[in-house]
């Protein structure tokens, strides 16, 4: 028996453009699983290292000397504003849609609205509405011992746009296992590269605990 005796041809061709636009509503909503896919990861964790990271977790200052350590990076990030509650960030998100492509970073008990990262201060355009102001930030990956994740202030750092994107055969083996599949989605909604930072910031950030932000 044939195969299009079972399923025909008109049902075959609906399939075909469901599943086209599964995939562009998948990029669409990209931002959004990023801004929460490691909530449940980072909740779970939470109790197991509570202590450990409050050991680890560095005390923020307003010192803003450009940091000596090799794998440390000074940043700078175009932030909406500072939040107490997850909710509270995205509640604020929600009434301004030039912010959808944004995310929420949580530093401690705070969660800052971003919008760029750039090692370049020039490179951040401020917005006035809403307003925003540039965020003096470093990154810092010296407590890591796993090489690609102690490497991203350097890797985030670069000017280069090339440097963030790869064909599968020119991939460099020191970046992360899942760092195509991020800046390719970024790539499909936004060309800035600032805004890829941001992204790429925040899923490393909040999955391992080694890697800090100081103000």
Known sequence: MKFTKVIGRKELIQAAIFGSIAGVIGVVFFVLILNSMNTVEVQESAEQNQESQEETIPVQSNDTTP??????????????????????????????????????VKVDDSYYVWSEISPVKTSITRS??????????????????????????????????????FEDAEKPENLPSDWQTITAAMTSLSSDLDVTRVHLLKHYFELNDCLKIQF
């Open 67 to 104: 940091p000596n350590n090799l794998f440390d990076k000074q940043f700078y990030a175009n932030q909406y504003g500072v939040f107490s509650t997850f909710d509270g960030a995205t509640e604020f998100m929600a009434g301004y849609p030039t912010l959808n492509a944004s995310a929420i």
């Open 128 to 165: 006035e509405d809403p307003a925003s102001f540039i965020k003096t930030f470093t990154f810092s990956g010296g407590a890591c011992t796993n090489q690609t994740i102690q490497n991203l202030p350097i890797l985030l750092s670069n000017e280069d746009g090339a440097k963030f994107s």
